[in-house]
């Protein structure tokens, strides 16, 4: 298959997995007589741009739907990624949208859209035991860290990760008392060889809660 990715920036891990099922891709086309003398079989649409482009979406999408091209979305942060709720919900009734991708099922159970079911997970190129051995980490000296967590702990930016920040703080005042060593590091200040090494080396990594539910919600 050939896909158009519309998308803002590159996304290393869509090319990746497309690269691995033999499909082929291209970026950025918004002209609808581009797309098919490109002889592209879908077009997947990055969540948040549509967003913030919806009239562009819009026109290109009723084309697409003329042309029987198949439109696709897949949203890493739904519904916490600044969509109105009623302007969500409208978008999802209209039949705009074929597939859509999320790690969130709140509030979709009334969306027209075939719902695929998304969950994070680790991206394997980029986390993998790579030169350590199941040996090593057998080995009780090879650990640095007794606890540790990676992830976005900047609450006053993020306020959907304060329940996750305030949880943090009491653990890690309870470990610092009891001589439990802990890191508790914000991974976007953190390359993808640095936060392997550091839950490698930890006897313990925790995950707190997920920033795309609305925490006003339970899951």
């Known amino acids: 298959m050939k896909i158009v990715l519309n998308y803002r920036h590159r996304n ?4 990746e ?27 997947i649409f990055e969540f948040k741009q549509i967003l913030k482009e919806y009239l562009r979406f819009l026109n290109l999408s009723f ?22 709720r009623w302007k969500l919900s ?8 074929d597939i859509f991708a ?13 719902i695929l079911y998304l969950p994070n997970a680790a991206w394997p190129s980029k986390y993998n ?6 040996e090593d980490l057998r080995n009780p000296d ?24 305030e949880f943090l703080n009491s653990l890690g005042a309870l470990l610092q008392k009891n001589g439990i060593t802990y890191r508790f590091e914000d991974s976007r200040y953190l390359n993808f060889s640095t936060q392997v090494d550091l839950i490698q080396k ?18």
């Open 129 to 134: 035991l790579g030169p350590i051995t199941l």
């Open 63 to 84: 084309r697409l739907k003329r042309a029987a091209i198949p439109i696709v979305t897949w949203c890493l942060d739904m519904p916490n990624i600044g969509a109105r």
């Open 102 to 114: 999320t790690h969130s099922l709140q509030e979709l159970s009334n969306s027209m859209a075939t």
């Open 142 to 165: 090879f650990y640095t860290t007794d606890v540790s967590f990676i992830g976005n702990i900047d609450s006053l930016k993020h306020p959907e990760h304060r329940q996750r920040t």
């Open 17 to 43: 997995a497309l690269q691995e099922l033999r499909h082929t891709f291209i970026y950025n086309l918004w002209d609808i007589n581009e797309i098919v003398a490109s002889g592209s079989d879908a077009v």
């Open 202 to 219: 930890s006897r313990i990594n925790i995950n707190y809660g997920c920033g795309a539910d609305r925490y006003e919600i339970k899951s």
């Open 12 to 15: 290393e891990r869509l090319e």
């Open 90 to 97: 409208l978008l999802l009734k209209t039949k705009l949208i």
